[in-house]
């Protein structure tokens, strides 16, 4: 009874251990775990790669072959398709030959402006000085820029011709003029009389040729004084112009001709001023110098203050004329522009010999100083 239950037991026991015989203990030694099975690579997680670990000495990787970029998924979030190995500690991407630069659009600003704002050398040491920060020098001006643009489009030959006419237009034409500042009538005691000073002009903005005329009288007798001048002149500024030419006197006494160079502008505050000295043909040397100023009371009412001075070097008994300041004339006239090119005026006129000139006025019967009424007009074309 005893060997009978005996072997019922271990008959049982060896039927419970199969199981467990057959499983594989041989990794258990060490605590090692069993090796996993083999499965895919799991993808790295979007935005979270895992560090990579460089070898002292990488082996060498061929090139890969340039491919276009795969387009962004949802799933990779854009990071698919880019190389990651130069993001490293700051290390510098190997160069390749997908690294060119693009090709500008159409219509694209391709200018460097890197140096805009650039200040000068002394105030950002470095920095070459430009424009007017430049030292005062005698370095001769760049040359005017030669590229026009509209030669790209238009035929060259035709373009110059077209910019030779504009420049015509605006400043080299031939211009003209016939001008009377003063045409007038004058009361006066005794016999009234006549006063003209006139001017005519053709040449453009540099050169130009001038006749001028200026002289006075009596009604009823003969021209006391006349004279006309022709000369050249030429633009010394833009406001100034210098004269040369010869002037020719008319009237009581000789005749005589003179040689001739002054200056006619428009002086600070806009004072029309006129000088020059004359040479005669007898070494007679006389001075003149004039001005006046156009006051605008309204658009078309002007006053003009008017100033006129003589001089003479030396003493001339067969003009009638003294050394030093021979006459004067002052003068004030109130006009009324119809038109720029007529306008009527009115004013009085103050005429004063002095020194010797008076007293050969004196010898002569003659009043040396005159007040006369005038009423004339003033006109171009």
Do not use: C
Not at 45 to 63: Q, S, V
Not at 132 to 158: I, S
């Amino acid at each position: 009874m005893n060997r009978l239950l005996v072997a019922f037991t271990a008959s049982t026991a060896l039927a419970l251990g199969q199981p467990a015989l057959a499983q594989d203990h041989s990794q258990h030694q060490g605590m090692q775990m069993p090796a996993p099975a083999k499965k895919p690579a799991p993808k790295p997680a979007p935005r979270k790669p895992a560090p990579k670990k460089r070898a002292a000495k990488p082996a060498a990787r061929p090139a890969p072959k340039p491919t276009a970029p795969r387009p962004a998924t949802p799933q990779s979030g854009g990071m698919e398709g880019m190389d990651h190995s130069a993001h490293d500690m700051g290390q510098t991407p190997p160069p390749s030959d997908q690294a060119k630069p693009a090709e500008p659009m159409p219509g694209m600003d391709t200018q460097d402006h890197s140096q805009h704002g650039a200040a000068p050398a002394e105030a950002h040491g470095g920095m070459q000085m430009t424009g007017t920060a430049l030292p005062a020098g005698d370095a001769p001006a760049p040359l005017p820029p030669m590229d026009h643009y509209a030669d790209r489009q238009f035929p060259r030959d035709e373009m110059a011709r077209a910019r030779e006419h504009m420049m015509r237009e605006q400043g080299g034409q031939t211009f003209y003029q016939v001008m009377f500042n003063l045409a007038e009538y004058r009361a006066r005691q005794g016999r009234d009389g006549y006063h003209w000073d006139g001017e005519a002009f053709v040449g453009g903005d540099i050169d130009r040729l001038w006749l001028k005329s200026e002289g006075e009288g009596a009604f009823g007798e003969q021209i006391e004084s006349a004279e006309v001048q022709a000369f050249y002149s030429r633009a010394i500024g833009p406001y100034f112009n210098l004269q040369g030419g010869i002037r020719q006197d008319f009237g009581r006494g000789p005749d005589r001709t003179y040689a001739t160079v002054g200056f006619e502008g428009l002086a600070p505050y806009m004072f029309e001023v006129e000088g020059a000295l004359f040479l005669s043909d007898r070494g007679d040397l006389l001075g003149r110098l004039e001005g006046y100023y156009d006051q605008r009371i309204t658009q078309r009412l002007i006053l003009q203050p008017r100033v006129e001075f003589n001089l003479s070097a030396q003493d001339v008994p067969a003009n009638r004329v003294g050394s030093g300041l021979t006459d004067a004339e002052l003068g004030v006239r109130l006009r009324y522009e119809i038109t720029r090119r007529f306008a009527p005026y009115v004013g009085v006129s103050y005429e004063a010999k002095t020194g010797r000139t008076a007293d050969f006025a004196r010898a002569d019967g003659e009043d040396p100083s005159t007040t006369s009424f005038v009423a004339g007009v003033r006109i171009w074309f």
